[in-house]
């Protein structure tokens, strides 16, 4: 069964450094999603995209973020200059479209921030 | 304000019981949809079920089943004979007509802990 998958599993990082958070996307899917998850807490939405572009992003997604599908299969999730309260499971998430369609959520990635 | 409120934080169960989870959204559209999410203690989240606001017939799907309700803006999840596998925190959403299904609201989940 097709799944949606996230490299890294964990990522341990300094304050101040820039991470990219990797995503494979069912393929074919076309709409893309980014959520976050402080552990203890809700799931939150960061950002959309569809068809090379943002289509909806929070409050949250803010311009140390930002997203990016380099080729056909990718879908990154870059944070330029990490912050403590950027630590958080980030989940990737896919469907085939915006409408009426569940997503698919990946595995998730464990980002710490030291 | 909370789009989607599930106000137990944590239930525990002994195997066997039934056990009912809690929802209630806040939406002015009149287009949504509504979920349920599963995530295990492995932390991954595991679609359940979805649910547009059209469409209020409950829906029985092996032990789960989900009572939604217009009315009262809530959609309960009641598992019927608790596993021990079904320990893990459940989460309910919700998405909009207005941000076109492109975003969902998560409750705070309700963590069931069910014991042999």
């Known amino acids: 069964e097709p799944e949606v998958t996230q490299t890294p599993s964990h990522q341990v990082t300094q304050m101040g450094q820039e991470v990219i958070l990797r995503c494979v996307p069912i393929?074919?899917?076309?709409?893309f999603y980014w959520y976050r998850q402080i552990l203890g807490q809700k799931v939150e939405f960061l950002v959309s995209?569809?068809?090379?572009?943002?289509?909806?992003k929070s409050e949250i997604f803010d311009d140390q973020f930002s997203v990016e599908r380099p080729d056909g299969s990718n879908f990154t999730l870059k944070i330029r200059s990490t912050k403590l309260e950027d630590s958080a499971m980030y989940f990737c998430?896919?469907?085939?479209?915006?409408?009426?369609?569940?997503?698919?959520f990946g595995p998730g990635t464990r980002l710490t921030v030291l | 304000a909370q789009k989607v409120t599930q106000a137990q934080t944590e239930i525990s169960v002994v195997e066997k019981e039934d056990v009912t989870l809690d929802c209630v959204y806040e939406?002015?559209?009149?287009?949504?949809?509504l979920f349920w999410y599963k995530q295990p203690p492995s932390g991954e989240l595991v679609f359940l079920i979805r649910?547009?606001?059209?469409?209020?017939q409950n829906e029985i799907s092996g032990r789960y089943s989900w009572n939604f309700q217009k009315s009262t803006s809530s959609f309960n999840f009641t598992i019927t004979a608790s596993q021990v596998v079904d320990s893990a925190v459940y989460f309910c959403?919700?998405?909009?007509?207005?941000?076109?299904?492109?975003?969902?609201?998560f409750g705070s989940g309700t963590k069931l802990n069910v014991k042999p």
């Open positions: 393929s074919n899917h076309l709409y």
């Open positions: 998430a896919s469907s085939v479209k915006g409408l009426k369609n569940e997503q698919f």
């Open positions: 649910r547009n606001s059209f469409d209020e």
């Open positions: 939406t002015r559209d009149t287009t949504y949809y």
């Open positions: 995209f569809y068809n090379n572009e943002i289509s909806e």
């Open positions: 959403a919700l998405s909009e007509a207005r941000d076109n299904f492109n975003k969902f609201y």
